[in-house]
């Protein structure tokens, strides 16, 4: 993790707590603290929301791959992968290449991996979602990694019809105008779409 993508994050948590007025917690408690607590607060709202909104509607917003994503939204967000455009395009394509590679082995109507477990044509079928998804973000320049865990949801079953794919593109989206309000909030210049290619912040994801 960069020097410059530390004093990122703890400028998106100091300008939230300045919003709230809580700057004393900065005071109080260390910085390594603060920021676990805030990942540990913002991050659980953020996913409680957007269950609260597949709660109301009986529909999947929530999905396992959108923890990830909101990790890197707002600890890394000025990181080229927790772009809007990124986020967006990367979760579409993981959708897009698990529900053909359903199509292609002919598992569209099969019963999840999980309800029946995993034969020749699931592993075929989690191989070429996450090979294509891996392969489309680098032509089309568009890495967000937990993308590929969208594709092996598909694949694997857990959302295996092409109806739930703009209910997934909604949750992914409620997510990107969470971050891009508490960022712009705390002073972070979140972009709109894509990352400018001026901002001399390190763009990688911490491994």
Do not use: K
């Not at 990942?39 to 409680?48: P, T, W």
């Not at 292609?104 to 090979?131: E, I, K, N, Q, T």
Request: glycine residues 10%.
């Amino acid at each position: 993790m960069g020097v410059q993508n530390d004093r990122v994050r703890w400028q998106l948590v100091s300008g939230v707590l300045r919003t709230l007025h809580l700057e004393r917690l900065s005071e109080r408690y260390s910085r390594q603290t603060v920021l676990a607590g805030f990942n540990l607060i913002n991050g659980g709202i953020s996913i409680a929301l957007i269950s609260l909104v597949a709660l109301m509607t009986q529909q999947a917003f929530i999905f396992p791959s959108l923890g990830a994503t909101a990790f890197i939204l707002f600890h890394v967000p000025l990181a080229e992968p927790a772009s809007p455009r990124n986020t967006m395009c990367g979760h579409l394509v993981g959708a897009l290449t698990g529900l053909f590679s359903l199509y292609l082995f002919g598992l569209h109507d099969a019963p999840s991996a999980l309800a029946s477990g995993v034969d020749l044509a699931r592993v075929g079928a989690a191989a070429v979602s996450l090979g294509l998804t891996g392969c489309l973000m680098v032509l089309l320049r568009i890495p967000h990694p937990p993308a590929g865990a969208t594709a092996l949801i598909v694949s694997l079953g857990l959302m295996p019809h092409p109806a739930q794919l703009p209910v997934l593109m909604a949750g992914v989206s409620l997510l990107v105008a969470q971050a891009f309000v508490i960022n712009r909030l705390a002073g972070i210049p979140y972009p709109v779409w894509r990352r400018s290619q001026d901002e001399g912040v390190v763009s990688s994801v911490p491994s």
